[in-house]
């Protein structure tokens, strides 16, 4: 199964253009020797980062890309014409690697940002860049050289200041809708979101902070079971991460202390980096419960986890504690950012 956030592309650049054999034939002219002009260069293939794209589902169906080719010298020392170098616009976030070798080529985390995947071929030499002394009329020239040609691999890694994560069902599309203008798929049935949706959470008139909705997790997803590993990584730029747990499962059977043991197992075997980030625990879905029985509830599941951390209580679907989740991620993201600040000017970075 193919997700829009991944995509493997082949790119070519233009080959070089030959060089030219010829010599000057003019009326009235005597000896007009070699005036063969060089070949223009090939163009070459850049990625540039673009703050209006959110995934690579562009991809999906356009998978090569080549550059102009040079065109060839002509006589009177004319040099041909270059190539025009090509730009494939990615979105901000996109890590690249050569797939046959491996190599990290480059993390494309700024707007504009432009980085060369693929070198243009160079032109070749015409026979008048021979010529000498003692070689009056070379028929020496050299042709243009071949562009380069690289497979690559595009992994997206959305650069969100706060991740939500979960089994399936849990609410986090709702939740983001009910916090944002985002509008994601929303189903009764597991995997509704196929791949992470982006929202702008607005908490004053110049306060806000992006939040993603990470498709849901199951046991085994770092090792690729349910939609594998692929939106783990997404994960990995976020500042905060909410989990988000279902406190009145409709199977009675399913413990949601459980439910969040399992995703952070899935964490930590995937990335113990990624294991220690802030992580918040949202109960969800309060709405289906009375006040009595979602205190007993909510208790129990803080007892069975030894949780220390953050704990809100929401309601996705009513919208019910959503303003008060976002208001505390505001602070937290604005005090992070201090202290960010105050490091950097300490350590005079």
């Known amino acids: 199964m193919k997700f829009v956030d ?10 070089g253009g030959h060089g030219s054999l010829s010599f000057r034939r003019e ?31 562009d991809f999906r169906m356009t998978r090569k890309f080549k550059a102009v080719s040079g065109d060839g010298g002509s006589g009177r020392n004319k040099t041909g014409r270059s190539g025009d170098d090509l730009e494939i616009n ?3 976030g996109t890590v690249v690697h050569d797939v046959d070798t491996g190599e990290l080529i480059c993390d494309l985390t700024e707007v504009g940002q432009r980085q060369k995947v693929a070198e243009g071929g160079r032109g070749g030499l015409g026979n008048t860049r021979f010529k000498s002394s003692v070689n009056r009329a070379p ?9 380069e040609a690289r497979s690559l691999n595009l992994e997206l890694k959305v650069l969100a200041d706060v991740g939500l994560l979960g089994m399936p ?3 986090k599309s709702t939740l983001i809708t009910a916090m944002s203008h985002a509008k994601p798929r929303i189903a009764d049935y597991p995997f509704t979101t196929l791949h992470p949706n982006l929202g702008v959470v607005r908490v004053g008139s110049l306060q806000s902070f992006v939040m993603a909705d990470i498709p849901g997790l199951i046991e085994g997803a770092s090792e690729g079971a349910g939609l594998g590993i692929q939106f783990l990584k997404h994960l990995q730029r976020t500042g905060i991460l909410l989990h988000l747990v279902d406190i009145a499962p409709l199977n009675p ?3 949601p202390a459980d439910e969040v043991r399992v995703i952070a197992n899935e964490l930590k ?3 113990d980096e990624l294991a220690e980030k802030p992580r918040w625990l949202v109960i969800n879905k309060i709405d289906l419960l009375s006040a009595e029985d979602r205190a007993v509830a909510k208790e129990m599941l803080l007892d069975q986890l030894q949780w220390n951390g953050p704990v809100f209580e929401v309601s996705a679907a009513t919208g019910a504690g959503t303003k008060e989740l976002g208001q505390a991620v505001m602070q937290e993201l604005e005090r992070v950012a201090e202290m960010a600040a105050e490091t950097a000017t300490d350590t005079g970075v």
């Open 27 to 57: 009326k009235f002219i005597e000896r007009g020797g070699p005036d063969g002009g060089d070949g223009g260069h090939g163009g070459s293939v850049y990625l540039v980062a673009d703050k209006s794209l959110n995934t690579l589902a």
């Open 269 to 271: 075997k995937f990335s």
């Open 169 to 171: 069902n849990a609410g």
């Open 139 to 147: 028929r020496k020239f050299t042709k243009g050289t071949e562009g």
């Open 90 to 92: 990615v979105p901000i």
């Open 6 to 15: 991944e995509a493997t592309i082949s790119v070519l650049a233009g080959n």
């Open 253 to 255: 059977d399913t413990e």
